[in-house]
């Protein structure tokens, strides 16, 4: 480790723990990047099986998101959308929302709307991968 800098404002034990001001390290950062390397060929592989099932019949779009590589990629697809949304409002809400009562507030229903939207999208997809 770098010996003691005189001109940080950082605590000895937040340069111990390399720790933020929001006590989250960099485990956060690299997440959402981590989703946002993973969003862009999934997003690509979405938009594909989206125009691919365009103007097709009932049974041809059952038919394609009944595959089981389809309904994987579109999981693998929500999930990481929905995970990298959650993040990134979760930052959003820690930065411009001062009134702690409110941000404890805020930061639940963005856990909730995040689960909900997820867990939906996901239903959706293994019902119509399953054909139920």
Request: proline share 2%; glycine share 6%.
């Amino acid at each position: 480790m770098s010996e003691h800098n005189p001109t940080s404002i950082r605590t000895p034990l937040g340069r111990v723990r390399y720790l933020g001001s929001a006590h989250h390290g960099t485990g956060h950062f690299w997440r959402q990047r981590l989703t946002s390397v993973a969003n862009v060929p999934l997003s690509i592989a979405a938009i594909v099986i989206i125009m691919s099932i365009l103007g097709r019949n009932h049974a041809a779009v059952a038919q394609i998101l009944g595959s089981s590589f389809v309904a994987l990629t579109l999981l693998l697809f929500v999930i990481s959308s929905i995970y990298h949304m959650w993040l990134g409002m979760q930052v959003i809400i820690e930065d411009y929302v001062h009134d702690e009562v409110t941000k404890i507030v805020m930061l639940m229903l963005n856990t909730f709307f995040s689960c909900a939207v997820g867990l939906a999208a996901v239903f959706a997809i293994l019902k119509l991968s399953f054909g139920l």
